[in-house]
């Protein structure tokens, strides 16, 4: 998972991370475990050296007296015991030591803050101006009724709660901003790609996004295949125990899916409209470079600049913030969100998160390439959100109301909903 000679040699370092992110891991417990583990098969190795040697001499009995031979069959059952013995020891302590391991963090950036949660992010700029109404402003909700964009009733009656169905202009305009901020990423050099939504628990793990996030993984436990609640997810899995080229590198991706997550722990948290349901639709950004902090930091500073740019022709007003240790994933060594104003709420809300993990993924998924001495390296990996919907519904329709309840569509859209300025609120036409 990690480099344990690494871990080994700087013991503070992992026990600061553990601290900072908030992972329930002792690393003394888990140095212990190593250490136990590391004479056992010190152990084991002995045995099967000397279970060798006892039996190449049984193989030579024409030289040997009968009581000489069966003294040697005996010490060789012994032995074969004592490593069976040495053997499952090992097996349960070596079952222990995966368990804690795979709890190790990426180690944060030197410039990562420290913090428990959201409120804790440091804010870093702010781009655009926020409305300033002369008017009732109206939420998302109530103007997603008013152009008849959404049928919550229908969609919860047959899927529970937090379901909803888009349907007229609703539809239009999520299916606009998806391939617009595909078509802009593909644009700076992304290969689209359909990764598979349900995938096998190795490529949750590989991830990163088990253990810890068991809870909010949608399993289809027949077939032992999970819901992904990311693209990244199948993306980077379709790399799983491979080793590309070096000259291939980066690998740049968007893949554009649905998403499932079950939310568990938001109870009760942002329960009215769409900032937290259960499936949405995303375009991710997913990169694969070469294992280089300087590398990574040239690849995170395009994602998020891919994602400030869309945001920026949609028109819209964010803010970027720097996350805290505490407010990060247990791979993540550098992220950033980008946080949309969203004028109900009276605040500015995630919209984008752009997250680098440098060789945390490629060690789990085992994800290499040859440098150029021809030795084999675990690559780098990142990425970040380039749109996600029904959350950017939030801010682009309360952003982008008009007094009459049509909504602006900013010019980098228009030509994804029929060139018109306006959707209107009967969702029939839009006006020049």
């Not at 600061?16 to 908030?22: E, I, L």
């Not at 104003?341 to 085992?366: I, K, V």
């Not at 675990?378 to 008009?402: C, D, G, K, V, W």
């Amino acid at each position: 998972m990690i480099d344990l000679e690494h871990l080994r040699q700087n013991p503070a370092l992992y026990s600061a991370a553990v601290h900072r992110k908030k992972i329930p891991l002792d690393i003394e417990q888990l140095l212990e475990v190593d250490q136990k583990l590391r004479t056992l098969r010190q152990e084991l190795d002995l045995l099967r050296q000397k279970r060798n040697q006892l039996t190449e001499k049984i193989a030579q009995k024409t030289t040997m007296s009968e009581t000489d031979i069966a003294a040697l069959k005996e010490w060789s059952r012994q032995t074969g015991d004592q490593l069976a013995a040495r053997q499952k020891a090992f097996d349960d302590i070596n079952h222990t030591f995966e368990r804690l391991a795979a709890l190790l963090p990426g180690l944060p950036c030197p410039e990562v803050p420290d913090g428990s949660d959201d409120k804790d992010n440091v804010q870093l700029r702010l781009w655009g101006e926020k409305p300033d109404f002369d008017f009732a402003p109206l939420d998302h909700m109530q103007l997603a009724a008013r152009h008849n964009m959404l049928d919550l009733d229908g969609a919860r009656r047959i899927a529970g709660s937090r379901a909803y169905a888009l349907k007229g202009s609703g539809a239009l305009l999520e299916l606009a901003l998806l391939r617009f901020a595909l078509d802009k990423v593909m644009s700076r050099g992304m290969t689209p790609v359909l990764p598979p939504l349900m995938v096998k628990e190795k490529a949750m793990f590989g991830t990163g996004y088990f253990p810890l996030g068991e809870d909010n993984a949608y399993e289809i436990t027949k077939d032992k295949l999970y819901l992904t609640g990311t693209s990244e997810v199948g993306m980077l899995a379709l790399y799983l125990d491979q080793t590309v080229n070096l000259e291939d590198l980066p690998l740049r991706f968007a893949g554009m899916t649905p998403c499932f997550r079950r939310e568990a722990g938001s109870a009760g948290r942002d329960v009215k409209g769409l900032y937290r349901v259960h499936q949405f639709q995303k375009v991710e950004q997913v990169v694969i470079c070469q294992n280089d902090p300087e590398q990574s930091l040239l690849e995170h500073n395009a994602l998020l600049q891919n994602a400030e740019d869309i945001l920026q022709e949609l028109e819209l007003p964010y803010r970027v913030v720097l996350v805290c240790a505490g407010d990060m994933g247990l791979g993540q060594v550098r992220k950033h969100d980008l946080e949309t104003w969203m004028p109900s709420r009276g605040a500015y809300g995630e919209t984008h998160s752009c997250s680098t993990f440098h060789d945390f993924q490629a060690r789990r998924l085992n994800l290499k390439y040859k440098n150029r001495d021809g030795n084999k390296v675990y690559a780098h990996t990142l990425n970040n959100t380039a749109i996600a919907s029904p959350r950017i519904l939030i801010p682009f329709l309360e952003n982008h109301q008009r007094q009459d309840g049509s909504i602006y569509i900013p010019p980098a859209l228009r030509s994804y909903l029929g060139q018109g300025e306006f959707l209107l609120p009967n969702c029939q036409k839009s006006r020049p």
